[in-house]
């Protein structure tokens, strides 16, 4: 509409405004598209320069300009990496899935019942305990960070995986306040039906709200499975031994090593952040949505 | 039915309120794990951090109370905790402002293209999904003052770069280059936030002969005000919890907890080193309270800055 209106007020420029801007269209993506390409290429090299050095023989690491293709390629570094008696990587990996299968699974089903419990029931004392909720998300983890710790040491969790995993089946606010959002905008009529054929709450949870909310769950539990990978702090303090470490705290434990052998260290965070670059590509537009979502609430 | 109703209304009203009753039951049956979570591991334990900050305790012996004495410490005897709030406040300010600067300017650029956007958006996201502790090893390798990519770039431009996580010069500022790597979450963010820019102010800025600079100046910053808003305020936040990548790189690359010479002994760094290396649970209490507030402080102010500068929609409407 505004762009008829615009040729007419000047007949005569009109045609060379058109061209000038056809040719500013034309400038514009040839700089948009040169900063993105450089910018991406920026961006990948650290994963370029890992992957190149963790395929290297050690000598090749060392030399300079760069063996950008390492030759020949060493794939027997991951064996080398990951067969180190002092760095069982396979404990470390079969720790974090523990951990990760006992968190996700606690989630989930917590937060999908408070969830419902916020979205649909009536009850006094909701709204401030509604307040509370949202408020906690923006709590710092550290100011109960040591009163946590003595407790699960009183209970004498430290050194298991109790402390990682328990709190899980408690409730995580924001996925509660994501969950909540969605089943808010699920039809109450669905409900009502499962109801008047006999549905008891939980049924109603299990049979109608669940099935059509696998899109937010999808979310909260790519989320959390890679929070809960990423996690580095609370492995830090409840794990001990190194046979119960997680693969975040296998890493920089290899890392801490005294006159580590880059190459290997290299193929060891390949093997470290590899699965959450796969789960990415699989779950990428639940990884977008879930940050985005983080945005909107603010 | 109407009448039937009319006849056995007390009898309605008792049933009525049987069912509110169950509901509020039902409701605190479903939200009881939260509740008790929140009771136990958030509320129980920020009261106790409170009360233990008051006293001396290194989980051995039975705590004693001191009173404010471990507040007077930290301010008048404890130079690492000045020096500790010195590089958490230096990190903050500059890394925080780059990291926005940086996530907008990709969002913008991804904004504007208009084909092979998901190639583009995944190779600035993919790095932030990459474990801090992960990160912070991979880098340690690139910022390698003798091998490292970095360096013999600069070299080839007859620089000779610094040696980063080893030099306490520039350790921190190693950091800050880290933590840039990682902005795809925000930078996400910002992209929503464009997205959601009704195109018809574009249109009429248009009209209205507004060039490129202009239209971003007076359109899509203010539009985009409550994103910068939030995104600020969150990454505020998360600099002032660093702890992952500074523990990974100074213990392995200076060998001691926020090394070399204390230069990236971050907040987090020296009440871990307080709580879990020195067993001193009282005051690591106390700095971890002391932390919260300065947070709490920084979200406040920015919050009451916020009418200034940052623009809501829904106010205007009214």
């Given at each position: 509409?505004?762009?008829?209106?615009?040729?007419?007020?000047?007949?005569?420029?009109?045609?060379?405004?058109?061209?000038?801007?056809?040719?500013?269209?034309?400038?514009?993506?040839?700089?948009?598209y040169?900063?993105?390409?450089?910018?991406?290429?920026?961006?990948?090299?650290?994963?370029?320069?890992?992957?190149?050095?963790?395929?290297?023989?050690?000598?090749?690491?060392?030399?300079?300009?760069?063996?950008?293709?390492?030759?020949?390629?060493?794939?027997?570094?991951?064996?080398?990496?990951?067969?180190?008696?002092?760095?069982?990587?396979?404990?470390?990996?079969?720790?974090?899935?523990?951990?990760?299968?006992?968190?996700?699974?606690?989630?989930?089903?917590?937060?999908?019942?408070?969830?419902?419990?916020?979205?649909?029931?009536?009850?006094?004392?909701?709204?401030?305990?509604?307040?509370?909720?949202?408020?906690?998300?923006?709590?710092?983890?550290p100011?109960?960070?040591?009163?946590?710790?003595?407790?699960?040491?009183?209970?004498?969790?430290?050194?298991?995986?109790?402390?990682?995993?328990?709190?899980?089946?408690?409730?995580?606010a924001?996925?509660?306040?994501?969950?909540?959002?969605?089943?808010?905008?699920?039809?109450?009529?669905?409900?009502?039906?499962?109801?008047?054929?006999?549905?008891?709450?939980?049924?109603?949870?299990?049979?109608?709200?669940?099935?059509?909310?696998?899109?937010?769950?999808?979310?909260?539990?790519?989320?959390?499975?890679?929070?809960?990978?990423?996690?580095?702090?609370?492995?830090?303090?409840?794990?001990?031994?190194?046979?119960?470490?997680?693969?975040?705290?296998?890493?920089?434990?290899?890392?801490?090593?005294?006159?580590?052998?880059?190459?290997?260290?290299?193929?060891?965070?390949?093997?470290?952040?590899?699965?959450?670059v796969?789960?990415?590509?699989?779950?990428?537009?639940?990884?977008?949505?879930?940050?985005?979502?983080?945005?909107?609430?603010? | 039915?109407?009448?039937?109703?009319?006849?056995?209304?007390?009898?309605?009203?008792?049933?009525?309120?049987?069912?509110?009753?169950?509901?509020?039951?039902?409701?605190?049956?479903?939200?009881?794990?939260?509740?008790?979570?929140?009771?136990?591991?958030?509320?129980?334990?920020?009261?106790?951090?409170?009360?233990?900050s008051?006293?001396?305790?290194?989980?051995?012996?039975?705590?004693?109370?001191?009173?404010?004495?471990?507040?007077?410490?930290?301010?008048?005897?404890?130079?690492?905790?000045?020096?500790?709030?010195k590089?958490?406040?230096?990190?903050?300010?500059?890394?925080?402002?780059l990291?926005l600067?940086?996530?907008?300017?990709?969002?913008?650029?991804?904004?504007?293209?208009?084909?092979?956007?998901?190639?583009?958006?995944?190779?600035?996201?993919?790095?932030?999904?990459?474990?801090?502790?992960?990160?912070?090893?991979?880098?340690?390798?690139?910022?390698?003052?003798?091998?490292?990519?970095?360096?013999?770039?600069?070299?080839?431009?007859?620089?000779?770069?610094?040696?980063?996580?080893?030099?306490?010069?520039y350790?921190?500022?190693?950091?800050?280059?880290?933590?840039?790597?990682?902005?795809?979450?925000?930078?996400?963010?910002?992209?929503?936030?464009?997205?959601?820019?009704?195109?018809?102010?574009?249109?009429?800025?248009?009209?209205?002969?507004?060039?490129?600079?202009?239209?971003?100046?007076?359109?899509?910053?203010?539009?985009?005000?409550?994103?910068?808003?939030?995104?600020?305020?969150m990454?505020?936040?998360?600099?002032?919890?660093?702890?992952?990548?500074?523990?990974?790189?100074?213990?392995?690359?200076?060998?001691?907890?926020?090394?070399?010479?204390?230069?990236?002994l971050?907040?987090?760094?020296?009440?871990?080193?307080?709580?879990?290396?020195?067993?001193?649970?009282?005051y690591?209490?106390?700095?971890?309270?002391?932390?919260?507030?300065?947070?709490?402080?920084?979200?406040?102010?920015?919050?009451?800055?916020?009418?200034?500068?940052?623009?809501?929609?829904?106010?205007?409407?009214?």
């Amino acid at each position: 509409m505004a762009d008829t209106v615009f040729p007419q007020a000047r007949p005569v420029s009109a045609v060379r405004w058109w061209r000038g801007k056809r040719a500013g269209k034309i400038m514009h993506d040839v700089i948009v598209y040169t900063l993105l390409i450089v910018l991406s290429i920026l961006f990948a090299f650290p994963f370029f320069w890992m992957l190149s050095s963790a395929l290297k023989p050690e000598y090749q690491i060392f030399v300079w300009p760069p063996q950008w293709i390492p030759d020949p390629i060493m794939w027997s570094n991951f064996r080398e990496a990951l067969g180190n008696p002092l760095l069982p990587f396979h404990l470390f990996f079969r720790n974090t899935m523990i951990i990760e299968v006992a968190v996700l699974s606690g989630r989930l089903l917590s937060c999908t019942l408070v969830a419902y419990g916020f979205a649909r029931l009536k009850a006094p004392g909701k709204e401030v305990l509604f307040t509370i909720l949202l408020a906690t998300l923006m709590l710092p983890a550290p100011v109960t960070m040591i009163p946590k710790f003595i407790l699960f040491n009183k209970l004498g969790w430290v050194n298991t995986f109790l402390p990682l995993t328990v709190p899980a089946w408690f409730g995580e606010a924001y996925a509660i306040f994501l969950m909540r959002q969605f089943f808010m905008s699920i039809p109450r009529e669905l409900e009502e039906a499962a109801r008047i054929d006999g549905a008891s709450t939980f049924q109603v949870i299990r049979y109608v709200i669940v099935p059509l909310s696998v899109p937010v769950l999808t979310v909260i539990a790519v989320l959390t499975f890679k929070d809960n990978w990423n996690d580095f702090m609370n492995p830090l303090i409840y794990l001990n031994d190194a046979k119960l470490y997680t693969l975040a705290v296998g890493l920089a434990f290899f890392n801490g090593q005294f006159d580590v052998q880059m190459n290997l260290l290299m193929a060891a965070s390949v093997v470290v952040i590899l699965p959450l670059v796969i789960l990415f590509f699989i779950a990428q537009r639940a990884f977008v949505e879930g940050i985005t979502l983080t945005g909107l609430k603010g | 039915m109407t009448t039937v109703a009319t006849r056995l209304s007390p009898q309605g009203t008792q049933r009525r309120r049987t069912q509110a009753r169950r509901e509020t039951l039902l409701f605190y049956l479903c939200i009881s794990p939260w509740l008790i979570g929140f009771l136990a591991f958030t509320a129980g334990p920020m009261i106790a951090s409170l009360v233990l900050s008051f006293t001396r305790w290194d989980m051995l012996s039975p705590p004693e109370w001191v009173g404010v004495k471990n507040y007077v410490h930290m301010f008048t005897a404890d130079p690492d905790f000045w020096q500790s709030l010195k590089v958490t406040a230096v990190y903050t300010v500059f890394s925080v402002p780059l990291r926005l600067l940086t996530a907008l300017f990709l969002a913008i650029l991804l904004n504007e293209a208009t084909r092979g956007v998901g190639i583009f958006r995944t190779a600035f996201y993919l790095p932030s999904i990459v474990a801090s502790a992960a990160a912070a090893v991979l880098w340690s390798w690139i910022l390698n003052p003798k091998f490292g990519p970095v360096n013999g770039a600069l070299r080839l431009l007859g620089i000779k770069g610094p040696s980063w996580f080893s030099d306490p010069r520039y350790a921190l500022w190693g950091l800050v280059i880290m933590s840039t790597w990682g902005v795809g979450g925000e930078m996400l963010i910002f992209l929503a936030g464009l997205k959601s820019i009704p195109q018809q102010l574009y249109e009429a800025a248009e009209i209205d002969g507004a060039g490129r600079w202009v239209r971003f100046t007076r359109v899509t910053l203010p539009m985009l005000s409550p994103t910068i808003f939030f995104n600020f305020v969150m990454s505020m936040i998360g600099s002032f919890q660093t702890f992952d990548s500074a523990y990974v790189i100074s213990t392995a690359r200076a060998g001691t907890i926020g090394g070399p010479m204390n230069s990236t002994l971050f907040y987090m760094l020296h009440l871990y080193r307080n709580a879990f290396g020195w067993q001193k649970m009282g005051y690591a209490s106390a700095l971890a309270w002391v932390l919260f507030m300065i947070i709490l402080v920084l979200v406040l102010l920015t919050l009451r800055s916020s009418a200034l500068w940052v623009y809501y929609e829904a106010e205007r409407k009214e």
